[in-house]
């Protein structure tokens, strides 16, 4: 995507073709409790083509290839029956990214992929390949129960799923702000790779791997608490409450706010509990 969850309903985190982050927040000097990590976290893009192309040639691809950052990155950290190696990580990485991206998992189509297509492909994924682990989602989107956490994202758990065997991915929202109104009206959506944390001058900093980036880099989201306000999401219109939500801003009047977090822990103490 060019330049940053019985009957349910299912809001689309895809409205429009979106933007890679990195050109719509400001960079910070990089500095990490775990560079080694992250910098090994695959960066893969969406549009890559040296394989084939992905139908629309991989414009609403982010959730899959998200995903398939860190499992590659889990399979080559101590869980390497995750993505079986060739020998060749890239095309490795672009067969997972097909598959998960297929009808039978995710489900991704030109209004790309739910939070609940995801958690359910990617459950499906983990079931087949008999690895237990602890899935879940934090957000305002609608996913069935097995999957449902807290209706805002914490930042104590995002953090905590940079680190050991875990793996998070945002599903970020693009929106317009009216400050007459107090109203943030959605335009788009995006799913990266969370790869890192980082706080600098009291400033929480999410360090993201974005497969709408071609080049590889550091990709820094500052963000913040949002007070008030209300979140109108597509042409449902249905309003959600802002507060407790986190945004970050991409230019005048207009922010991204992580709708939601996809977690998933592999950490054998987490699985037993359930938490």
Not at 18 to 30: G, L
Not at 41 to 50: C, G, S, T, V
Not at 159 to 182: E, S
Request: some cysteine; glycine content about 8%.
């Amino acid at each position: 995507m060019k330049s940053v969850i019985l009957i349910l309903l299912f809001f689309t985190v895809t409205l429009t073709e979106s933007s890679p982050v990195t050109k719509q927040v400001k960079a910070h000097r990089f500095s990490s409790p775990d560079y080694k990590r992250i910098s090994s976290i695959p960066d893969y893009y969406q549009k890559e083509n040296r394989f084939g192309t992905y139908p629309l040639n991989g414009s609403m691809h982010c959730g899959p290839v998200a995903v398939s950052n860190s499992l590659i990155w889990l399979s080559k950290n101590g869980v390497a029956s995750l993505v079986p190696s060739s020998g060749d990580d890239l095309l490795d990485q672009h067969n997972i990214i097909e598959k998960l991206a297929s009808k039978e998992y995710m489900n991704t189509r030109s209004i790309g992929s739910t939070v609940q297509d995801l958690c359910r492909g990617l459950k499906k994924y983990l079931d087949e390949k008999a690895i237990e682990g602890l899935l879940l989602f934090e957000g305002m989107y609608t996913v069935t129960d097995k999957f449902r956490g807290d209706t805002r994202p914490d930042l104590d758990r995002i953090i905590k799923h940079t680190k050991g065997l875990r793996a998070a991915w945002l599903n970020i929202g693009w929106y317009r702000y009216d400050p007459d109104t107090n109203e943030y009206r959605k335009t788009g959506g995006h799913w990266v790779t969370l790869s890192g944390y980082k706080n600098e001058n009291s400033s929480d900093i999410l360090i993201i791997n974005d497969p709408a980036t071609k080049e590889r880099q550091m990709e820094y989201l500052e963000i913040e608490p949002i007070i008030d306000g209300t979140i109108i999401n597509g042409n449902r219109n249905f309003p959600v409450n802002a507060s407790g939500f986190f945004r970050f801003k991409t230019g005048k009047n207009r922010y991204g706010i992580i709708g939601g977090v996809v977690y998933l822990s592999l950490e054998n103490e987490e699985i037993i509990a359930g938490v």
